[in-house]
């Protein structure tokens, strides 16, 4: 069973001015896609899990090349699928309450994930994981994730933002913060707390 690159759910250009055309079809079309292709590469002749999130959670068994392709399969899967043209504004319901309750508002949780965002040294990505009731932020490097039973915070990501140059730099360069800024204006707040539903009740 081999792992396909999954179609992006909004046209190229919907997110702009937030994310641009350019940036959008060559981080789809070629990076998630050379993830899809070398993951699959590397799992020839392997027993795998049949489920992504499964290969994540036993990612110590396997060399670099699944975890650093599996990581990145997965990682940009999700990322897609919290972002949206018509995003942005806050959550609400019980996942906003859930926010208040984890960071104080929803303005500090920003600022929280934007400092761990901004610091992560190099490439990686930052998130929101949880774990029960609880929400937090953390980061990542390269292409690690929360899932990985190798990972620093373990839990279950329901947002989480890339931070490689190729994520940012055609239209924001080396400015990272403003990259940053600028996301929230497309985040799928339904979807995040979909994800944050479904991992409570797993
Ligand atoms: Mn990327």
């Given at each position: 069973m081999a792992y396909t690159l999954p179609s992006l759910?909004?046209?190229?250009?919907?997110?702009?001015?937030?994310?641009?055309k350019e940036t959008m079809t060559i981080h789809h079309t070629k990076h998630h896609q050379a993830y899809v292709d070398n993951l699959n590469k590397a799992l020839e002749g392997k027993d795998a899990p049949a489920s992504l999130e499964d290969l994540m959670a036993n990612i110590s068994k396997y060399d670099k090349a699944v975890r650093n392709n599996g990581g990145g399969h997965y990682n940009h899967s999700l990322f897609w699928e919290v972002l949206s043209p018509s995003g942005g504004g806050a959550p609400t319901g019980a996942f906003a309450d859930c926010i208040n309750k984890c960071f104080g508002s929803f303005e500090n949780m920003k600022a929280q994930f934007e400092e761990k965002a901004k610091t992560q040294f190099g490439s990686g990505w930052a998130w929101i994981v949880t774990n029960g009731d609880t929400c937090q932020v953390t980061s990542t490097p390269n292409q690690d994730n929360p899932l990985m039973d190798i990972a620093e915070v373990q839990g279950t990501p329901i947002f989480g933002v890339d931070v490689w140059e190729h994520a940012y730099y055609l239209k924001y360069q080396n400015k990272r913060p403003d990259y940053l800024a600028a996301i929230w204006n497309v985040v799928n707040w339904e979807e995040v707390a979909r994800r944050w539903e479904a991992a409570k009740n797993k």
């Open positions: 759910p909004y046209a190229y250009d919907a997110l702009e001015p937030s994310i641009d």
